[in-house]
C-alpha cells in the first residue's frame, strides 16, 4: 500500500517527465516538421524553377528528421504508444500482460541505456575531432546532444514505467 504522500511524489514525477516530453514532441512536432517542409519545398521549387537545388538541402533536411524523430520518442515511450503485437497481446491475462510490459519497458530501459552512453562517447568524439556535415560544415554536436539527452530521457521514463505504471491500465483514448 503506498502513502498519500508517496503518489503525489509519483504524480509529480510523472507530470514532470510528461511536461518535458511534451515539450520535446511539441518543438520536434510544429517546428521540426514545417522546417523541413520549407526546406524540401525551397528546394523542389529552387530546382524545378531556376535549376538551381539549394546547397545542402538534404543535410538540413536529414538533421532535422533525426530531430523530429528523435524528440517525438520520450512522449511514445511514457504513454505507451510503440507499436506492439496487439494480435498475441489482447490474448494474454492481465497478469501476463503487465509481466510482458515491465519485461518489454526495461528491455527498452537498457537498450536505451546503452544509446546513452555511446552518444554520450560520440558527443566527446565529435567535439575532440570538431567534426562536421560533409557538404555545409554544420557540426554535429547539436544532434547528438539531442539523441543523448532524448534517450536518457527515455531511460528514465521507461523504468519509471516499469516499476509503478504496471497496475495502470494504458488509456489508449488520449490525445496529444
Known amino acids: 500500500m503506498t502513502s498519500h504522500t508517496e503518489n503525489q511524489t509519483l504524480t509529480k514525477i510523472e507530470r514532470i517527465l510528461?511536461?518535458?516530453?511534451?515539450?520535446?514532441?511539441?518543438?520536434?512536432?510544429?517546428?521540426?516538421?514545417?522546417?523541413?517542409?520549407?526546406?524540401?519545398?525551397?528546394d523542389v521549387l529552387s530546382r524545378a524553377v531556376m535549376n538551381a537545388p539549394i546547397l545542402g538541402a538534404n543535410e538540413i533536411s536529414s538533421s532535422l528528421l533525426l530531430v523530429v524523430f528523435v524528440g517525438c520518442l520520450p512522449f511514445v515511450s511514457l504513454h505507451g504508444r510503440h507499436i506492439r503485437m496487439d494480435l498475441a497481446y489482447d490474448r494474454f491475462s492481465p497478469a501476463f500482460?503487465?509481466?510482458?510490459?515491465?519485461?518489454?519497458?526495461l528491455c527498452g530501459a537498457f537498450l536505451y541505456a546503452l544509446l546513452t552512453y555511446e552518444a554520450w562517447?560520440?558527443?566527446?568524439?565529435?567535439?575532440?575531432?570538431?567534426?562536421?556535415?560533409?557538404?555545409?560544415?554544420?557540426?554535429?554536436?547539436?544532434?547528438?546532444?539531442?539523441?543523448?539527452?532524448?534517450?536518457?530521457?527515455?531511460?528514465?521514463?521507461?523504468?519509471?514505467?516499469?516499476?509503478?505504471?504496471?497496475?495502470?491500465?494504458q488509456d489508449k483514448t488520449e490525445e496529444f
Not at 511536461?19 to 519545398?41: C, E, K, Q
Not at 500482460?97 to 519497458?105: F, K, T
Open 121 to 169: 562517447h560520440r558527443i566527446k568524439d565529435i567535439l575532440r575531432y570538431d567534426e562536421v556535415t560533409q557538404l555545409m560544415q554544420l557540426p554535429l554536436w547539436p544532434l547528438a546532444c539531442v539523441l543523448f539527452a532524448c534517450a536518457a530521457l527515455i531511460v528514465l521514463i521507461e523504468i519509471f514505467r516499469a516499476v509503478h505504471a504496471p497496475e495502470q491500465a
Open 97 to 105: 500482460q503487465r509481466i510482458s510490459d515491465i519485461v518489454a519497458r
Open 18 to 42: 510528461d511536461l518535458v516530453a511534451r515539450i520535446l514532441s511539441g518543438i520536434s512536432i510544429y517546428i521540426g516538421i514545417p522546417a523541413i517542409l520549407l526546406v524540401v519545398t525551397a
